[in-house]
C-alpha cells in the first residue's frame, strides 16, 4: 500500500534524547492512499488523562485511539513517538493487554516487545524515557500484561462450550461459512435455528453445507399463535425464540449462549462479533456474564405499557429508566441464565406468545403492516432484556462496563472520525493477527527508516474553525 510523502504532521521532531519540559499535546495527520485522502486528529493529553483513568481507577480504556496510533504506518509511528513518545508507548502496551484476550499470545508479546524496543532506541533512551516512567502509567502497563497471563496461565483460561440461538424469518444464513464476515467458531458449537415464518427443514442442509462438521444444527419450528384480543397472527419477532430456548433448554445450557438475530450485521458489527466469538473459543472469557451486542443506545423514554410489562415480567415495578443497547442481540452465561428460576422464563414466555391479550395503545410511527401485528409485549422486552439476565435497570455502555473484559471495553461508535480506520469493529481489526503477520523484523525495518514525511507543524486550533 503505497503512503504519499505529501503529508501534514503535527508534531515537533526530536532528534536526540536531549532534556526538555513538555511535548506537544495535539497532532494533525494528512495522508493519501491512492487518490483518496484523509485526515485525523488526536490529542496527546486526553490519551494520557484517559489511560491514567482506566490503570488506576478502571475508567474507559482509550482502545480506539491506541488501535488508531498502533496501526499507522510504522514511519509515522516513529515520528508520533519522537513528538510523544509516551502515548505511542502506553499505546502499545494497552492493545497488547486487550489482545491477551482475543488473539494468539504472540500478537500480544509482539506489542510488548515493541513497546521495549522504542523505549531502548537511541532517540528515546534517557531523559525521554525516564519521563514515560514517571508521567505516564508505563509499569503499571507492563506489570498489567503480566498479571492478566499469570491469570490466564493458573486456569483462567478456560474452553466454553457454546449455543447460537437464532430466530429465522427467511434471512440468508450464508454468513455463518462466511469467513471474511466470521473469522472463527468455537470448537463446541451447537446452533439452534428456530423458524418463526413457516419455512421447513431445508435450510438446515443449505446451513450444514459451509459450516464445520464439529458444529451441531438443531431445527425447531415456532407456529404464530393467535392474539386473542385482535383473533391475529402475533408477530412474535425473537422474543419468543429466546424465551422458549431458555425454557426448553434450561437444563441443558452451553457454557455461554449468543442471541442473535437471523442477520445480526443489522444492528451488531460483525468485528465486536468476532471479538467475542474469538475470546470464547480461546477460553479467555470464563467470567463473562452478559454482554450486550448491539451497536446503537436506545434512548431512555417513559411508557406505561413498557412499565406494565416490566411488573408482569419481575413481578416488581421499576425503579429507574430502562437504559439500554438496541435490538435484542447479546450474549449470556449459563450462570447467569440459572440465576433465575426457570418459572420465572415460563411467566415470561406466556406474556410473549399470544397467551396474554396485547391492549397497549399504538401512539406514534408502529411500524406496522396491520394494526396489532407487532406485538407490544416482545416491542417493549427489548428495553429490557439486560434486566431478564440480571442487569441493572440502567445498562452502562461498554467502555464504562468494569464487569467487562478489557477487550470488549470498546468506545460506542457515536461518531465517524474522518480517517481510513473509520471503526474499529471492522471486521479485519476483530479477527486478523495483524501484528503478528506483519512480523516484528519488518516493522523494526520500517520504523528505523528516517523517511522525510513532510513539514512538521504542531495542531494550530484557528485553522479551520467556523462558527
Not at 509482539?110 to 532517540?123: D, I, K, N, W
Not at 473509520?422 to 528505523?448: C, D, R, V
Amino acid at each position: 500500500m503505497a503512503y504519499c510523502l505529501a503529508t501534514c504532521l503535527g508534531f515537533t521532531i526530536l532528534r536526540s534524547a536531549i532534556s526538555q519540559a513538555t511535548y506537544p499535546s495535539e497532532f494533525r495527520l494528512d495522508w493519501c492512499v491512492g487518490d483518496q485522502c484523509f485526515d485525523h486528529s488526536i490529542s496527546a493529553a486526553q490519551f494520557q488523562m484517559r489511560i491514567k483513568a482506566y490503570y488506576q481507577e478502571n475508567r474507559r480504556p482509550p482502545l480506539r485511539e491506541a488501535f488508531f496510533l498502533v496501526t499507522l504506518p510504522p514511519a509515522y509511528q516513529r515520528e508520533m513517538l519522537l513528538g510523544c513518545p509516551g502515548m505511542v508507548v502506553l499505546a502499545h502496551l494497552l492493545l497488547a493487554e486487550s489482545r491477551l484476550y482475543t488473539h494468539d499470545l504472540s500478537e500480544s508479546m509482539e506489542l510488548v516487545a515493541r513497546a521495549q524496543g522504542m523505549m531502548e532506541s537511541p532517540e528515546i533512551a534517557g531523559v525521554h524515557a525516564e519521563g514515560v516512567r514517571k508521567a505516564w502509567p508505563y509499569q503499571t502497563a507492563l506489570d498489567r500484561v503480566e498479571s492478566t497471563l499469570a491469570w490466564m496461565d493458573a486456569g483462567g483460561r478456560q474452553k466454553l462450550s457454546t449455543d447460537i440461538v437464532l430466530p429465522h424469518c427467511r434471512e440468508d444464513l450464508s454468513w455463518l461459512g462466511n469467513s471474511s464476515l466470521l473469522q472463527t467458531m468455537p470448537y463446541r458449537t451447537r446452533i439452534f435455528i428456530y423458524e418463526k415464518c413457516g419455512g421447513d427443514e431445508s435450510v438446515v442442509q443449505q446451513v450444514s453445507a459451509f459450516l464445520p462438521s464439529n458444529v451441531q444444527l438443531v431445527y425447531t419450528r415456532l407456529d404464530d399463535m393467535a392474539d386473542p384480543a385482535t383473533g391475529l397472527s402475533a408477530r412474535r419477532d425473537e422474543c419468543t425464540a429466546y424465551l422458549s430456548h431458555v425454557v426448553h433448554h434450561f437444563d441443558n445450557l452451553a457454557d455461554l449462549t449468543l442471541f442473535l438475530h437471523g442477520d445480526p450485521s443489522d444492528h451488531t458489527p460483525f468485528g465486536l462479533l468476532n471479538l467475542v466469538l474469538r475470546g470464547i473459543a480461546l477460553g479467555t472469557f470464563s467470567k463473562l456474564d452478559f454482554v450486550h451486542l448491539g451497536a446503537p443506545r436506545l434512548v431512555a423514554t417513559y411508557n406505561p405499557c413498557q412499565d406494565d410489562i416490566y411488573q408482569r415480567a419481575f413481578n416488581r415495578e421499576s425503579q429507574h429508566r430502562l437504559f439500554t443497547y438496541c435490538c435484542s442481540q447479546f450474549a449470556v452465561s449459563k450462570r447467569r441464565i440459572r440465576a433465575r428460576p426457570l418459572v420465572e422464563y415460563v411467566r415470561m414466555l406466556q406474556l410473549v406468545d399470544g397467551t396474554v391479550a396485547d391492549t397497549c395503545q399504538r401512539i406514534g410511527p408502529s411500524y406496522e403492516k396491520y394494526a396489532g401485528q407487532r406485538l407490544s409485549h416482545c416491542f417493549f422486552l427489548e428495553f429490557m432484556w439486560h434486566v431478564v439476565f440480571g442487569e441493572d435497570d440502567e445498562l452502562p455502555s461498554r467502555a464504562d462496563d468494569t464487569t467487562l473484559p478489557v477487550a470488549l471495553r470498546l468506545k460506542d461508535n457515536e461518531e465517524h472520525p474522518p480517517s481510513m480506520w473509520k471503526s474499529y469493529m471492522t471486521p479485519y481489526i476483530g479477527g486478523h493477527a495483524a501484528f503478528e503477520q506483519q512480523g516484528h523484523q519488518n516493522w523494526l525495518m520500517h520504523f528505523q527508516m528516517n523517511l522525510d514525511l513532510g513539514r512538521p507543524i504542531q495542531k494550530n486550533f484557528g485553522d479551520g474553525l467556523t462558527f
